[in-house]
């Protein structure tokens, strides 16, 4: 770990699920009720999210990558051989080797998290909304 003072990554771990479920409560769609593609919308919306705690806190990129695969398995419920596989392929698109939408989505969650942590249940609907209405989900 990068900075030992401030990555204790269980603690981040717990931090990024919660924000992950309050994505959800925002929302106002219960996991069960949203369509695969809502989910791959918002798995990469969180995606960015998780980068931007990842700056924030100084996380090496493995830490991050870990971060996002416990996030897909703990909150998006995925196994744990499709968590590391979608993992993959979201850093494959943020790096831009994958799909173009899917690293606009992962920028929109990096000002998404922006959002979340100033409270701003309104702007973050929205945002994630309009991403629904452009994909189609």
């Known amino acids: 770990m990068s900075d ?45 999210m998780i980068f931007a705690i990842g700056q924030l806190r100084g996380l090496t990129p493995p830490e991050v990558h870990a971060m996002l695969t416990s996030c897909l398995i703990d909150t998006f419920h995925y196994a744990n051989h499709q968590a590391a596989a979608f993992s993959e392929d979201l850093i494959a698109s943020a790096c831009g080797r994958g799909n173009p939408t899917t690293k606009a989505i992962i920028h929109r969650g990096i000002d998404g998290h922006a959002q979340w942590q100033r409270g701003d249940e309104v702007g973050l609907r929205t945002n994630l909304h309009k991403i629904f209405q452009i994909v189609g989900a």
């Open 4 to 48: 030992q003072g401030n990555n204790d990554l269980v603690p981040c771990r717990d931090e990024i699920n919660q924000m992950a479920r309050e994505v959800f409560r925002t929302i106002g769609l219960p996991f069960e009720q949203t369509s695969e593609l809502q989910r791959q919308v918002l798995v990469s919306f969180t995606f960015g």
